[in-house]
């Protein structure tokens, strides 16, 4: 699987959108963006999935770039909940990589009130 | 309800002990997963099951071995216990699909193992 690179840490303002970067310039064609995030002292948490397209569900907006090679994922109103450690992986799918999950340091985000 | 348990939340034992986490997840999927977390706070996984066959196994120590009765349960025992295993141990579930398509883990709360 691809590697990522994440800044090690954010802040943000309560109320405004959080936008977190990932680069994964070495991304192949069938390989999928997950982004998942860790509650201090909590398991991580699913977040948000694409392929090339962007997308939205109710937690997060996830936008890929044409190339693929970066994304960033947008938190729209970030509270202090918001605050942990977000994780940007890519993976690809397939029986030989079955539910692999390589995590690397993520991005510290701090929503400061 | 709690979609993926585990027990206990804390345990605290000595060098040389052995001990047993277990997890077990009502979500009726079929592939489980030990994910260790160390002080460093890097994830990293050890074990997948699915359909209570191993199929990830990341050159963990013969020490640990993961136990999956059915396939709403997964456990973790460990054997022989040293310092060096005290972390957080994650277990997580998910459901394959077929074709490649995308799935989704869920994790539980975790165990904190300490080695004293």
């Known amino acids: 699987d691809a590697k990522t690179t994440q800044p090690t840490s954010m802040d943000c303002a309560e109320g405004r959108a959080a936008n977190l970067p990932c680069n994964h310039s070495?991304?192949?064609?069938?390989?999928?963006v997950y982004w998942y995030r860790q509650i201090h002292s909590q398991g991580p948490q699913y977040i948000i999935h694409g392929l090339k397209n962007n997308e939205t569900n109710e937690m997060a907006s996830l936008i890929i770039t044409e190339d693929r090679k970066s994304s960033t994922l947008i938190l729209p109103h970030a509270t202090l909940r918001d605050t942990a450690v977000y994780y940007c992986i890519v993976r690809s799918h397939g029986s030989s990589n079955t539910g692999k999950l390589i995590f690397g340091q993520g991005t510290t985000l701090q929503v400061k009130p | 309800d709690t979609a993926v348990s585990q027990t206990p939340k804390y345990l605290v034992t000595q060098m040389g002990n052995d001990k047993s986490i277990k997890c077990e997840q009502n979500?009726?999927?079929?592939?489980m997963y030990w994910y260790k977390q160390d002080s460093k706070k890097f994830l990293k996984i050890m074990f997948s099951y699915n359909n209570k066959e191993l199929i990830i196994n990341e050159t963990v120590p013969n020490r640990f071995s993961p136990k999956s009765p059915d396939k709403a349960h997964l456990n973790l025992h460990i054997n022989s216990l040293e310092l060096g295993d005290s972390a957080v141990y994650f277990c997580a579930s998910s459901q394959e699909k077929s074709g490649g398509a995308a799935n989704t883990q869920y994790f539980g709360p975790g165990t904190r193992l300490t080695v004293l």
């Open positions: 979500l009726g999927h079929d592939t």
């Open positions: 070495t991304i192949s064609g069938n390989e999928y």
